[in-house]
């Protein structure tokens, strides 16, 4: 069985970007000619999922399923697009595969399904990844697993009672096992995110959590980041990751609303081209 990355070997942050980069390559020609999705979502998430993937989670590419993996649990079901990348990436799933994102009778919908294979949970309803993850947490504790669970969700996610009802259960379990990463990348839906949730970073250590608080499109920090978060102490820990929707595309990261993005076919040339000579 291969298990990578297991115990994390030292950071190689250029093999890292270059994950980083082969995952916005691989969403840019997914979202291509699709007018309109969560493109941007998923450019800011790819330091995120490059670092996971490639460097702190353990887990067989051939066998997604195999119980002492790493969990990782997307919450935000709607950035499909930057797991699907991910997973073909890792090898998990085949990067053919990835032409039929978004397609009817696809097994790479455009909001996750836990079918799929390397998903976690069925995404969607936003709200409650971080329930679940503690709920996978707690029972990897309870069946004396080494395994650990990373959680992703989203700024606006904070806005749900349910968010903050699953965090206050993961320290009260003392939920060492567990890493949040939370994206903060100040949209929602409509534009900003409107109804107040700073300070995040204060709130999560209030609530129980060891918490640090990056820039999430920084490799560097990530894995500094997740080195921290291995301490068996009882107590879980939280990431503030602030990132920047469309981070590696210029133009879309300049896009006032970036949540769901319109893109002209004949726009996608280039925008793929500004991949290129800004992270070449
Ligand atoms: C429970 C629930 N309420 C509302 C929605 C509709 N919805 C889909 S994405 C989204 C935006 C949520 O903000 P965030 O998760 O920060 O996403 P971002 O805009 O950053 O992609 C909303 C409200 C949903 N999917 N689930
Ligand atoms: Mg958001």
Not at 87 to 92: D, K, P, R
Not at 126 to 146: E, F, I, P, T, Y
Request: charged fraction near 20%; hydrophobic fraction near 40%; charge should be negative.
């Amino acid at each position: 069985m291969s298990i990578l990355n297991h115990p994390p070997s030292e950071v190689d942050l250029p093999a890292l970007r270059g994950h980083a980069l082969n995952l916005r390559r691989k969403m840019m020609s997914m979202a291509t000619g699709k007018g309109e999705g969560y493109i941007a979502q998923g450019l800011g998430m790819a330091d995120c999922l490059a670092s996971l993937y490639f460097h702190e989670m353990r887990y067989d590419p051939q066998d997604p399923e195999w119980n002492g993996r790493d969990r990782f649990v997307l919450s935000t079901g709607h950035y499909s697009i930057a797991m699907y990348a991910v997973l073909a990436e890792a090898g998990i799933i085949s990067p053919t595969e990835l032409a039929s994102y978004g397609l009817n009778g696809s097994r790479l919908p455009m909001s996750t399904f836990d079918e799929t294979p390397g998903v976690e949970m069925v995404g969607g309803s936003l709200g409650h990844g971080l329930g679940q993850a503690v709920g996978m947490a707690m029972g990897l504790k309870l069946d004396g697993s080494s395994a650990r669970v990373f959680c992703e969700f989203s700024d606006g996610e904070l806005q749900e009672g349910s968010t903050w009802e699953a965090a206050m259960a993961g320290a009260t379990f003392k939920c060492d096992n567990l890493v949040v990463m939370i994206d903060c990348n100040g949209i929602q839906a409509d534009g900003p995110v409107t109804v107040k949730i700073e300070p995040v970073a204060d709130k999560m250590t209030a609530f129980g959590y060891e918490t640090v608080e990056i820039n999430g499109n920084s490799v560097e920090e990530l894995t500094t980041a997740l080195a921290s978060s291995r301490s068996p102490n009882g107590k879980p820990k939280a990431i503030v990751m602030r990132t920047t929707p469309g981070f590696g595309v210029p133009t879309i990261m300049a896009r006032d609303r970036a949540h769901f993005v319109r893109i002209d076919n004949s726009e996608w040339t280039a925008l793929t081209e500004e991949l290129e000579t800004h992270n070449g």
